[in-house]
């Protein structure tokens, strides 16, 4: 043992014991002296004697140092400091509490006879190794004859290891450094001194730290745990392992020498010492053990705040932050998604939560029986786990800080470390995912706001380092694997080609873009992929609790279930065991709610998202200025090859953000971000072929429409002023919107026609909101110039009408059926499964009726509003016959003999307002009763036009008192010009149309013929346009076709107009005598 302790110590078993003048301590690396804190209480006997104080009258004090012999000295702080001595009559003395080293003094009689400490009986300096090799060597366990060293191994601290007696010694050593400095003794002696306990503190950390690293090359005299976990007693205290929420104490013995030592000084000491001579293998196992007190822990306990305290009381020290992220165990190999969490270094810290997946404690304690009502969630108990949440996650971004600033190595193993746990976690941006595979919402979250926290200093208001970011990161560095992620746009085998060509890994990469796309990965993988799952969770359990209390109902009034039979109790059981499973998923939503609510952390998202769309903008902005100088719109047709190529989640999880933050924390964007986001939502609303994914595109308007919703004590919504001040937005929103409109007609999804409606409902209240702006209104004004492309828009709005209100009549009537059926007298007599499937289609019908009804009644309020506006955009041949076609067949709904059937038992449980909707029909042939085009289009119509139709109309005008008696005569004005023309239409049926000059779909008489170019058939021009609003092909082979490519046929046209010229001669040449009392038509626009 002697031999191995040499050894390590740099001396040669065999070498003879060196002269006093001599002898070598360990070599030591240089280092600047360390500040000592207070000292710690030293023993009576340690005390120097007091000195005389000057008189306090005196204005001098004496300048003579104090007298005192230093060998003296010298010998008294070695004994003291190590609790030896080789007088026997000294240990008997002091009860031997001081250890009789007589193997030492028989050793100095054999080897040194002539060493001045045989006569003194007093250690010396060149002895202070020996001793305290000796006092090492002392086993309580020996078996010996000698009397004397009996007494000396029965006196021994019981039970004390030899890390504790090596503490004791060194905090005695600081003591008496503390003495020596109080007391006015002349430099020289001081020195002298000082060297002499320097000597001693150098002495007992090589020793401590061998004991740390292998604690069986010394005689342990305790059954106590030695070694690397010893240290843990003073980094973590005592009071850390008890549990404040419950009896359970600590029982650890923790020795008096290791009670309130300064563990901070004590490193510092060790670090000064073994600084390149051997520090990490010293500190690692110190390091891993502390590390490791974290598995198995939750946020209820207090240890883990102990567990950070003593990593950053560790990390303090360079040298020892640099070994930190050079363990294997920082980042375990071969890692998974699992191990990473949970046998990292700091993964099991990471991962402190409050999702129930890591902490379903926190989910059983404080929501076992949670309400799934936001507004109803405790704040006592939110304010008290985000505030510990708070807590923790400074702390740890305070550890990763120290570390990312100690070395080039330490940072580049810490940007490691999360991009490894953003690759390894890649299957959380699944619609489903399996929690056996990935690490847990608690370890992604934390790491994504550890990131964001570095993320602070570059997100300044003023965007002054936004230039700063590589846009092509991913070409310079492969930190992040991005192979198997979506592109914006592009498919793999494009993104794959791009990045093998476009590839540099020698091209630096700053930190800021390295932090910028980490935290872009880990908001999608950590935020988004804990929402999203929490958000399906809820879902569920909204889904199954109706279903549940039903059972519970039916198992309460059921007779073939009566209290106390078999069938009963086993229906009970299994019952209850859903119910308790349903408490559960509730208690884990809303433990979830802790962290994805959170305000402080939303205010956070939100200031990084808010720096994520402007870098967005100025990533397709052509200039690459914005926001020093807004963007330009519309964007080129031709977008930045880089974008296309980049992962999809980033505007993915972009757009996510912000539905989750208009839908429920609108307020947030008060303060900050509105801006910022208008300018992107206006950007992509302008340019949607940016996005590739429709989901994404359709969101946009989305987030645009949540921002005007009311919320609070607010009457309007967090974005309304700026959709109607904004500088992009005035210039661009409103033929943006209708463009949209128009390009969402196909999402190339499965579900297209849906989101269409939906995507359509949320532009058509947007417009609803911007529609009192005057400069709103200008650009629609403007945007009717482009006739082809208004035209598109409102014949689709015109369809979806159709669509939309036909289904919501014919659901209303389905209704009314299923509520006779189930008020009749036999429908109770009826079979259980008849009875449950009338009641399944009637619920059905409601909810349908309910959404068509509000899709339905927003697109006729829009064609209320353009017509008002821009109604000669309406006369468009193609446009008008079709316009008056829908509304006299809803009108004939509303007020004709099928109203009956629309009457329901609760209209408004399903959105229907059959006056609002007869009003908004009725205000759009207001609009238009002045154009002649219309007149025509309405007199034309033969399927639910009819004059007593009108008549029947003005009679419920009149009645309930919707419109003026001067508007109800306006009307019936109206109704006799389209009856004079309907009698000249008729005129004009009867004559015989020659079959050259008919529309050869719609029968009738062209005006305009043309030539489709590839089947050659001949069609009246307002035929093929309405036919390609809908249909991009020619009707009759269905081969591709466009307006522009129609051939006038004008030698038809020509014949044509002379024949109808002809025609109308003749027919004034009838009536030239004839009076006429009906009302003078008016012109054509």
Avoid at 492 to 516: L, R, W
Avoid at 627 to 653: A, G
Avoid at 699 to 714: A, D, F, L, Q, R
Avoid at 1010 to 1026: E, F, Y
Wanted: net charge negative; charged share 25%.
């Amino acid at each position: 043992i002697r031999q191995r302790r040499l050894e390590r110590l740099g001396t040669p078993a065999g070498s003879p014991a060196p002269q006093p003048e001599e002898r070598e301590i360990p070599k030591t690396t240089e280092r600047k002296p360390q500040p000592v804190p207070a000292p710690a209480r030293i023993s009576a006997q340690q005390k120097p004697q007091p000195q005389p104080q000057p008189s306090t009258s005196s204005p001098k004090l004496s300048s003579q140092p104090a007298q005192f012999d230093i060998t003296e000295w010298e010998s008294r702080a070695i004994e003291s400091t190590l609790k030896v001595t080789i007088d026997l009559n000294t240990a008997d003395a002091t009860s031997w509490t001081v250890s009789y080293l007589k193997p030492l003094l028989n050793e100095l009689e054999e080897e040194q006879p002539t060493h001045k400490a045989l006569q003194t009986k007093k250690l010396t300096p060149d002895l202070i190794d020996q001793a305290l090799i000796a006092r090492l060597n002392l086993d309580p366990n020996a078996m010996m004859d000698d009397g004397e060293m009996l007494t000396v191994i029965a006196s021994l601290p019981s039970n004390q290891t030899t890390f504790e007696y090596l503490v004791g010694a060194w905090r005695r050593a600081r003591g008496q450094a503390v003495q020596l400095n109080k007391i006015d003794y002349s430099p020289a002696d001081k020195q002298r001194g000082m060297s002499v306990i320097n000597k001693l503190k150098e002495l007992l950390l090589s020793y401590i730290g061998l004991t740390l690293q292998d604690p069986t090359m010394f005689v342990q005299t305790s059954d106590k745990p030695s070694g690397a976990i010893e240290f843990l007693q003073i980094l973590i205290p005592d009071e850390a392992s008890a549990d404040p929420y419950g009896d359970k104490k600590s029982t650890r013995d923790i020795s008096p020498e290791l009670q309130n030592v300064p563990v901070s000084d004590l490193l510092a000491d060790i670090v000064k010492r073994f600084d390149g001579d051997g520090l990490e293998d010293v500190i690692t196992p110190i390091i891993e053990l502390t590390a490791g007190q974290a598995k198995g822990l939750d946020l209820t306990g207090m240890l883990w705040r102990s567990i950070i305290t003593a990593l950053e009381t560790l990390l303090q020290f360079k040298p020892i932050a640099g070994i930190f992220t050079t363990l294997p165990s920082f980042i375990p190999t071969p890692a998974t998604a699992k191990s990473i969490e949970n046998d990292s270094l700091l993964g099991p810290l990471i991962g402190l939560s409050t999702f129930s997946s890591s902490a379903p404690n926190i989910a059983k304690l404080y929501f076992s029986d949670a309400s799934l009502d936001r507004e109803e969630q405790s704040p006592i108990t939110q304010n008290t786990l985000r505030a510990t949440l708070d807590s923790l996650q400074a702390s740890l971004f305070g550890i990763f800080n120290v570390l990312v600033r100690t070395s080039p190595l330490s940072r580049e193993r810490v940007l490691d470390f999360f991009a490894i746990a953003a690759n390894l976690n890649g299957h959380r941006g699944a619609m489903r995912v399996d929690p056996k595979r990935v690490s847990g919402d608690g370890f992604m979250f934390n790491c994504q706001v550890i990131l964001s926290r570095f993320a602070d200093p570059f997100m300044d208001a003023t965007f002054s380092k936004i230039d700063k970011i590589d846009p092509k990161y991913f070409c310079h560095s492969k930190r992040l694997d991005i192979s198997e992620e979506t592109k914006i746009k592009a498919d793999k085998t494009e993104s794959d080609t791009f990045y093998n060509e476009n590839s540099n890994k020698d091209h630096p990469v700053n930190f800021i873009s390295e932090v910028f796309y980490l935290s872009l990965a880990f908001h999608y993988l950590g935020y988004h992929s804990a929402q999203r799952q929490s958000g399906s969770l809820k879902k569920h359990i909204d889904m199954i609790e109706p279903q549940l209390n039903a059972q519970r109902n039916q198992l309460l009034n059921d007779p073939r279930f009566a209290p106390g039979t078999p069938g009963r109790m086993f229906a009970e059981k299994q019952l209850e065991k859903q119910e308790i499973l349903l408490k559960e998923r509730k208690a884990a939503v809303a433990s979830s709610w802790i962290q994805l609510d959170d305000p402080a952390s939303m205010t956070r998202i939100l200031g990084f998202y808010t720096f994520v769309t402007t870098w967005i903008v100025r990533f397709v902005d052509p200039s690459h200025q914005h926001p020093q100088k807004l963007v330009t719109l519309p964007l080129p047709d031709e977008m930045p090859v880089e974008f296309k190529m980049m992962p999809e989640y980033i505007l993915e999880s972009t757009v996510d953000f912000f539905i989750q933050l208009t839908r429920y924390q609108p307020h947030q964007l008060e303060s900050s971000g509105k801006e910022e986001l208008m300018n992107f939502l206006v950007t992509f609303i302008c340019s949607p072929k940016y996005i590739g994914n429709p989901y994404s595109r359709n969101k946009i308007v989305e987030i645009m429409w949540n921002g005007t919703h009311p919320y609070g004590y607010s009457r309007s919504g967090v974005l309304s002023d700026s959709i109607n001040y904004h500088k992009l937005s005035l210039e661009h929103l409103m033929p943006s919107l209708m463009s949209f409109y128009i390009d969402v007609e196909r999402t190339g999804v499965s579900s297209q026609f849906y989101d269409r409606l939906n995507v359509r409902y949320n532009i058509a209240r947007l417009l609803k909101v911007v529609w009192n702006n005057p400069t709103h209104r200008d650009k629609l004004k403007e945007d009717t110039m482009n006739s082809d492309k208004f035209v598109r828009f409102t014949n689709l709005v015109m369809n979806d009408s159709t669509y939309l209100l036909d289904e919501a009549l014919g659901k209303l009537a389905s209704i009314r059926q299923y509520e006779e059926e189930l008020n009749s007298p036999g429908f109770s007599n009826r079979p259980d499964n008849e009875r449950e499937e009338v009641q399944q289609s009637f619920e059905e019908s409601g909810r349908a009726a309910g959404s068509y009804t509000a899709l339905g009644g927003e697109s006729v309020r829009l064609l209320k509003a353009f017509t008002a506006e821009a109604k000669a955009a309406f006369m468009a041949p193609e446009i008008v016959d079709r316009l008056a076609a829908m509304l006299c067949y809803n009108l004939d709904a509303l007020a004709g003999p099928r109203c009956q059937e629309l009457k329901v038992t609760n209209p408004e449980k399903y959105g229907w307002r059959p006056r609002q909707l007869l009003t908004d029909i009725i205000d759009i042939f207001m609009n238009l009763l002045d154009c002649r085009e219309f007149i025509e289009g309405v007199a034309k119509d033969g399927r639910s036009y009819s004059k007593t139709l009108f008549e029947r109309a003005a009679g419920i005008l009149r009645r309930k008192a919707i419109k003026t008696d001067q508007e109800v005569d306006l009307l019936a004005r109206f109704v006799n010009q389209v009856e004079q023309v309907r009698a000249e239409m008729m005129e004009e049926d009867e004559a015989d149309i020659p079959e050259e000059y008919q529309d050869m779909i719609m029968a009738t008489l062209m005006r305009d013929p043309v030539i489709l170019p590839g089947s050659k058939a001949v069609l009246d021009r307002s035929t093929i346009k309405s036919h390609l609003l809908s249909d991009n092909t020619d009707p009759f082979n269905r081969s591709p076709l466009t307006i522009d490519q129609v051939v006038p046929h004008t030698e038809l046209k020509a014949e044509i107009d002379e024949w109808v010229a002809k025609r109308r001669q003749a027919k004034l040449d009838e009536m030239t005598n004839a009076t006429n009392a009906v009302d003078v038509l008016p012109p054509k626009n």
